[in-house]
T-cell receptor
Framework: LAKTTQPISMDSYEGQEVNITCSHNNIATNDYITWYQQFPSQGPRFIIQGYKTKVTNEVASLFIPADRKSSTLSLPRVSLSDTAVYYCLVGDMNNFNKFYFGSGTKLNVKP | EAGVTQFPSHSVIEKGQTVTLRCDPISGHDNLYWYRRVMGKEIKFLLHFVKESKQDESGMPNNRFLAERTGGTYSTLKVQPAELEDSGVYFC??????????????FGPGTRLLVL
């Protein structure tokens, strides 16, 4: 499975838009990109998933350039409750049986 | 709809003892996964069940770990005998069988295991 690289941490303020970029240079044709959020003392929670271009749901947007070697999770107008670790995962849509979690990005939202 | 549940939420045992962790997946989910995060490390895959069959157990660290899913419903993960390095958080996740689409794995809250 393609490995991913993310910033270890990011700081933001309430009301700002936050963009977290993930590099996956070895992404394969069948690979999807999935982002998870994890709060302390909880399990990871699915945020968004995409294959190419842009995907948007009620929580976030996911931007994927044409070469798919990176992706950007965009969180609009973050609040204090968005403080969490965000994981970028890449896996084969036909064999996505196990996630490889990297270190994730610790997002700290300040008042 | 109830989410993935895990029991116990915390467990403190002594080295050499046995501990059994339980995971109840979301009803109707045939896929069940175990992951763990040992202290200071990343979350690592342990194994994957499809119904009652082990599809992939490549992440199981050694033969002190035994996972079962009799009847294809809940699963147990037994550590026997427990060692200090087994301390960490054990997560369970479940998903529906994919139909050519990406599966979304739903995670439980985890069991925090401390081996003294």
């Amino acid at each position: 499975l393609a490995k991913t690289t993310q910033p270890i941490s990011m700081d933001s303020y309430e009301g700002q838009e936050v963009n977290i970029t993930c590099s996956h240079n070895n992404i394969a044709t069948n690979d999807y990109i999935t982002w998870y959020q994890q709060f302390p003392s909880q399990g990871p929670r699915f945020i968004i998933q995409g294959y190419k271009t842009k995907v948007t749901n009620e929580v976030a947007s996911l931007f994927i350039p044409a070469d798919r070697k990176s992706s950007t999770l965009s969180l609009p107008r973050v609040s204090l409750s968005d403080t969490a670790v965000y994981y970028c995962l890449v896996g084969d849509m036909n064999n996505f049986n196990k996630f490889y979690f990297g270190s994730g990005t610790k997002l700290n939202v300040k008042p | 709809e109830a989410g993935v549940t895990q029991f116990p939420s915390h467990s403190v045992i002594e080295k050499g003892q046995t501990v059994t962790l339980r995971c109840d997946p979301i009803s109707g989910h045939d896929n069940l996964y175990w992951y763990r995060r040992v202290m200071g490390k990343e979350i690592k895959f342990l194994l994957h069940f499809v119904k009652e069959s082990k599809q992939d157990e490549s992440g199981m660290p050694n033969n002190r770990f035994l996972a079962e899913r009799t009847g294809g419903t809940y699963s147990t993960l037994k550590v026997q005998p427990a060692e200090l390095e087994d301390s960490g958080v054990y997560f369970c996740a479940s998903s529906q069988v994919g139909l050519g689409l990406q599966e979304t794995q739903y995670f439980g809250p985890g069991t925090r295991l401390l081996v003294l």
